[in-house]
């Protein structure tokens, strides 16, 4: 199994990012998905949740509004579209699969917001 996240980067207060997360050597669609986060210092934090077929999606309050969880089943893939970036945003981002007790995680990516 294999998660491939991709997008981070470096963004000024209020712009926007768009993460990806590529799944291969899984059945895609059977798995819950959710991004993570981690800041230095801070504990990793449940950021937004999508179930398998993609009709319930849930967030940490300091997203909502902001952020948007969505999956492409067909093409093994779960994006983060994160807009009006804050610095508080600021950590690496991770993606995982659930399926029972199976976890699967991601390497992460960075993602700075800064001006």
């Known amino acids: 199994v294999q998660l491939v996240e991709s997008g981070g980067g470096l963004v000024q207060p209020g712009g926007s990012l768009r993460l990806s997360c590529a799944a291969s050597g899984l059945t895609f669609s059977s798995y819950v998905m959710s991004w993570y986060r981690q800041a230095p210092g801070k504990e990793r934090e449940l950021v937004a949740t999508?179930?398998?077929?993609?009709?319930?999606?849930d967030y940490v309050d300091s997203v909502k509004g902001r952020f948007t969880i969505s999956r492409d089943n067909a093409k093994n893939t779960v994006y983060l579209q994160m807009n009006s970036l804050k610095p508080e945003d600021t950590a690496v981002y991770y993606c995982?699969?659930?399926?029972?007790?199976?976890?699967?995680w991601g390497q992460g990516t960075q993602v700075t917001v800064s001006s």
């Open positions: 995982k699969a659930a399926i029972s007790w199976l976890n699967y």
């Open positions: 999508i179930t398998s077929a993609g009709r319930n999606t």
